[in-house]
């Protein structure tokens, strides 16, 4: 395979951080090279370099061996290079046509030829593998439909370079499984795809060769053959990881939290009972869609409870008002940290005190200099790494921002935590901080109730799994009976087995 772009020497600073330190590496034709890293490693800076977001401050860019320079997205899609961002740029008001071909509409006689852009859309909707009319509004599809028309707009561009950032973060298992069988379709048909990931099981099953970047330099590559989780890991870290997972059992204490016959609004049909007692973990396993994060929301009061009790130590409260949740010792890390977590456009002062603050206000006055000392302490505690207190939560890392969620609850002195995804979309360094944590609050004597995705960290974390399927508990495993076999069981509507 022929070298299409070759990076070569690239450096990038920031005012007081060196983000790329002479970072080289060739991207060949009709290849997925996967890019990983921890972060703060240099991937982000680095795509939006080859992206035309932002100019490197050295190095080269070489196009089938030619040099080229963007001073701007345009000159780097027309050279054919694209970027599908971890959060995705559609307009949700305009057709799936009129998305494609945003600022290139076809024109005829001065007025936009919509009979051409809809024929001509329909036909990278069909390369793409996506069956709904180009009329359609963006907004009304799913968050891997909205992927597929970004691939396809990609595509309309003549693309041969795709870069995608974290594209399975927000996808279901079935729906990653269609974006798996697109890549290998573009790979066939001599598209480069760039793929960036912290899912190392997915980087290990569709890469032809991995660049692992550190500190913003590169820390060395891997071919087919020698992609394994650790090596990956061992680059990745700079270190053997001999113990991924810190979990160990804390003594029990008596039940914290306990939910009898929780009836919720959506996919919870069914009555859902369980309890979580003092310094224990409980994994909250199942399939996408079996309730697991609407069984957390109604239990903080921001979904609906048709019915059930709750308690936290043995004192019941208002179901439905998150404020009474909130003072009965609950909190809820929830799985979209950006919209849902935090208020971005704050400060990480302002983020880390806002459900604590009044803790510390007197006589009606907040307490500005106590709450900059609570937020100094947590930003010291969980090493959340930002210049100065008063920077733009938004400008953080995702594992940064993860650890500012956590903070902002713990400052609060939690009685019970529950964690929604807790390391969706952060690097292992970062997973290892957060899981270091739960450690740290469970031998406290606070009961975390977890949900994760992935099945290592069930397995790794919790004391036991609770299992859910289509709205019901269809089993409970202690660690002794914990496996992947018998919680997939459970996931599919199964018996566990004894």
Known sequence: MAVRLKIHEIT???PGVKALRGVSMDVMEGEVLAVIGENGAGK???????AGVQPPDSGELRWNDKPVSFSNTAESQACGISLIHQELNLAGNLSLAANIFLGREPHRFGWIDERAMHKEAAKYLEQVGLNVSTKTLAGELSIGQQQQVEIAKALSCNAKVLIMDEPTSSLSSGEAEKLFRLIVQLRER????????????EVARLADRVEVLRDGANAGRLNKQEINHQAMVRLMVGR???QYFPHQAHPLRDVRLKV?????????????SFEVRGGEIVGMAGLVGAGRTEVLEALLGVRTALAGKVTVDGKSYTLGNPKAA???????VPEDRRHQGLMTPMSVEENLVVVSSDQRSRFGWLDRRGDRAAAQSQVEGLKIKTPHLQQT?????GGNQQKIVFGKWILNKPKVLLLDEPTRGVDIGAKQEIYSLMEKLASEGVAILFVSSEMEEVLGMADRALVMHEGRITGELSRSQLSEEAIMELAVGGVAAH
Do not use: D
Request: proline share 2%.
């Open 44 to 50: 982000s800076t680095l795509m939006k370099i080859l």
């Open 12 to 14: 990038k600073s920031f």
């Open 326 to 332: 909130i003072h009965a010792g609950l909190a809820l």
């Open 260 to 272: 009898e016959n929780l009836v919720v609004a959506g996919r919870v049909s069914h009555p859902v």
């Open 190 to 201: 001599g598209v480069s795809v760039v793929y960036i990931s912290h899912r190392l099981g």
């Open 393 to 397: 939560a938004a400008f953080l890392s």
């Open 240 to 242: 053997e990881l001999s």
